[in-house]
């Protein structure tokens, strides 16, 4: 019996029906940018396995310093304890963080990064005896899977089940570059009628929308009204943070800095979980009290695991070489003049790139998430790259790494791709 065949006893998907799509490839192996299943046949990994493994999967120098760890110090609870690696990666991430940001608190995932950062907003102004419970967020924005998070996303194609469990969260449009007044006098009104908590956001690019790039001057205007008006910020860079936007972090493009910071997917290169909330010594002194109840009383079992510490260690220091720099800067060169050429193809509506990330809308009436998606993975899969479209839309998310040949196929692929639309 095959693997393929094995996984269907007992094995339950994510973001998958089962009632019409009852396989799932079987990967054996991966290396490089390159994934190998279980009858021998490649292909490009070029969205890095969901923007995780961004270099490369089976990183040798990162495999090296994990192993190291794992012989020294596998798991210890991190309330009563600390460790090294632990102790490091605070040290290096605040050196590249956003400035502002001065405390780290470990998570799990994106989801509970992001909840994390919602719970500290509630409870900062818990502390401060001020009740606030509602939260602003973008129309169409993606924050995870747990309830917080659910409730500040706005694809209802996720959360259509739960939404009358969910927070309050009123919605504004992200800014296009001619609408950010008409942004602020809808803030200015949900303000003045609700007791907002936080605003919480994707900096620069929409993720799961489609990685849809909205204008940085108006989100900054947003920020400035937020922070004027005593609600914190709080940047969801789970899918855009550690290089992948052409800077650290996609909140680097924007003049006004997030209280609170939400990481995960790249911190540890793909190859343990962990997530990490940031926030300001101002908060952080919110929760300073004699009184215990103002803690943050908030924990994963799993918490600055000293393996995905070493992990991430190993994936900072590498995104700080000169080599990676220059392959960030390369790649988003090439996904520029591909974008100057496939703009031009009839079947494009519209197309744009920020630093490793390049998407294109498809000009076509099908529905967002039907059968064209379908159509396109297999089309993609049977040529040997594996590029996940995101209902019309496809994009591109490589890892760092990628050899100029590779990326040439994946372009290529794309460019075939169109003639079945």
Known sequence: MTLKERDKNHLWHPL??????????????????????????????????????????????????????????????????????????????????????????????????????????????????????????????????TFGAMSVSGLSVYNGPFENFLMDVKRIPTPNGENHEEILEQLAQIIAENNIAGFVYEPIIQGAAGMKIHNAKGLNEILKFCKANNILTIADEVMTGFGKTGSNFASDFIETKPDIIC??????????????????????????????????????TYSANPIACAAANAAIELLQTDEIQQNIKTISASHKQFLEHIVKHPKVKKARSQG???????????????????????????????????????????PFIVSKKELEKVYKTIEESLEIV
């Open 16 to 145: 998958k029906q089962h009632q019409t799509h009852p396989e799932s490839l079987a990967i054996v192996k991966a290396k490089g940018c390159m994934l190998t299943d279980e009858n021998g046949n490649e292909y490009i990994d070029a969205i890095s396995s969901w923007y995780t493994c961004m270099f490369g999967h089976c990183n040798d120098f990162i495999i090296d310093k994990v192993h190291k760890q794992m012989q020294t110090l596998d798991q210890i609870m991190f309330s009563d304890f600390t460790h090294e690696p632990a102790v490091k990666l605070s040290e290096e991430l605040i050196k590249i963080l956003p400035k502002g940001q001065n405390r780290i608190f470990f998570n799990d995932n994106g989801s509970t990064a992001v909840e994390a950062g919602i719970k500290m907003a509630l409870q900062y102004y818990f502390n401060l005896d001020q009740k606030r419970s509602t939260f602003i967020a973008f129309e169409n924005g993606f924050h995870g899977d």
């Open 263 to 300: 990481l995960s997917k790249a911190l540890t290169a793909g190859l343990v979980p962990m997530a990490i909330t940031s926030c300001t010594e101002k908060i952080y002194k919110a929760f300073l009290s004699n009184e215990m109840s103002k803690g943050f009383f908030h924990c994963h």
């Open 356 to 398: 490793v990330i390049f998407a294109l809308d498809l000009d076509t009436n099908s529905e967002r998430y039907g059968g064209l998606r379908d159509k396109l993975l297999k089309f993609f899969m049977d040529r040997g790259v594996f590029l996940r479209p995101l209902g019309n839309t496809i994009y591109i998310q490589v």
